[in-house]
């Protein structure tokens, strides 16, 4: 009996001094606390109430009723989407461009990290950086401007420059099929250095005795990288893998529209432009909602099981 009582007093105890602990602790940050407030302020107000508007894609939304006022219609405007003939071609163009961003700018950044780790002039090094990372800095407009001038069919400069070797490039901006291969090479080559970031401060976290170590033993430096730089960055690759996997159908809007044309139309419509065009140039709200509540839901779908395969395979995961 008195280990019993010996046993809840010494709970008691630990509790009380756990909770005075994390006061104390919460007390002393108490400043970064407020500096954190602001953000965490305009993120409840223009990211989570806006979501109550969510409900619309379940009503004949009209501005005159309100959200509330708006009669309820079920999954009506999910049912028009998925039989019609803009939901195979808006799914397929997001799917189809989204894959091959990923199959194509996921590998291209860890591939140049290593490159850049593996360069032993500093001079050239940083040279070599900057020369990668700047085109990040070029604005979407400026991109596809840049790329509808390139491209273009008579006096564009790479169309010119192929010309003088004989070869005849067709109008690329023109051709359906070849519209997610423009988005996708000019955004790996628009943001590969950047994305690289992360992976050379991965890179450059590891311990050097593991290289001392593996010189002793005489490995060269493919083995180097095959047997310490790549394993030891697979959790920070799985992560960002994760995070890219999160958003798979969410295809940059802006990049998109810019470089789509009548001609191009049926390659290059996807659920972000079709949900734009629905909902903000014929003003059906309801129906623009639905589709866009569809492709958020696909999404965290995906987040949640590849962050299950990667947390079974890798043992690593957002949650």
């Known amino acids: 009996m008195k280990r019993m009582i010996f046993f809840v007093g010494g709970l008691h105890v630990q509790k009380k001094s756990n909770a005075?602990?994390?006061?104390?602790?919460?007390?002393?940050?108490?400043?970064?606390?407020?500096?954190?407030a602001p953000a965490l302020i305009l993120l409840v107000i223009f990211t989570?109430?806006?979501?109550?508007?969510l409900v619309i894609a379940f009503k004949d939304y009209t501005p005159s009723l309100g959200i509330f006022g708006s009669p309820w219609v079920g999954f009506k405007?999910?049912?028009?989407f998925f039989n019609s003939f803009q939901f195979g071609v808006t799914f397929r163009n997001t799917l189809t461009i989204s894959l091959y961003s990923m199959i194509v700018g996921f590998p291209l950044?860890?591939?140049?990290?290593?490159?850049?780790?593996?360069i032993r002039v500093e001079k050239f090094k940083?040279?070599?950086?900057?020369?990668?990372?700047?085109?990040?800095?070029?604005?979407?407009?400026?991109?596809?401007?840049?790329?509808?001038?390139?491209?273009?069919?008579?006096?564009?400069?790479?169309?010119?420059?192929?010309?003088?070797?004989g070869i005849e490039l067709p109008s690329l901006l023109s051709q359906p099929g070849s519209f997610a291969s423009v988005y996708v090479w000019s955004d790996v080559w628009q943001h590969v250095g950047w994305d690289s970031i992360i992976y050379l401060a991965a890179l450059s976290a590891i311990d050097p005795t593991y290289y001392e170590a593996a010189t002793m033993d005489g490995a060269t430096r493919l083995q180097k990288i095959k047997h310490i730089d790549l394993?030891?960055?697979?959790?920070?690759?799985?992560i960002l893998l994760i995070l890219r996997a999160g958003s798979l159908l969410s295809v940059g809007f802006e990049k998109v529209l810019?470089?789509?044309?009548?001609?191009?139309?049926?390659?290059?419509?996807?659920?972000?432009?079709y949900v734009y065009k629905v909902g903000l140039i014929n003003f059906q709200y309801s129906y623009s909602t639905a589709i866009g509540l569809f492709n958020t839901v696909i999404n965290i779908i995906i987040l949640i099981l590849v962050n299950a395969l990667s947390r079974r395979l890798t043992k690593t995961g957002l949650f």
């Open 258 to 273: 810019l470089l789509q044309n009548a001609l191009n139309l049926a390659g290059s419509e996807i659920i972000s432009t």
């Open 77 to 80: 405007h999910f049912s028009q």
């Open 48 to 53: 989570y109430i806006p979501m109550y508007g």
């Open 126 to 165: 940083k040279f070599f950086q900057v020369t990668t990372y700047l085109p990040h800095f070029i604005s979407t407009m400026v991109m596809c401007g840049m790329l509808i001038l390139f491209l273009s069919p008579t006096n564009g400069l790479i169309v010119n420059l192929m010309r003088l070797v």
């Open 109 to 118: 950044p860890i591939a140049l990290a290593i490159l850049c780790n593996q």
């Open 20 to 36: 005075s602990f994390h006061k104390n602790k919460m007390k002393n940050s108490l400043s970064l606390y407020v500096l954190l």
């Open 231 to 238: 394993p030891l960055i697979l959790p920070t690759a799985m």
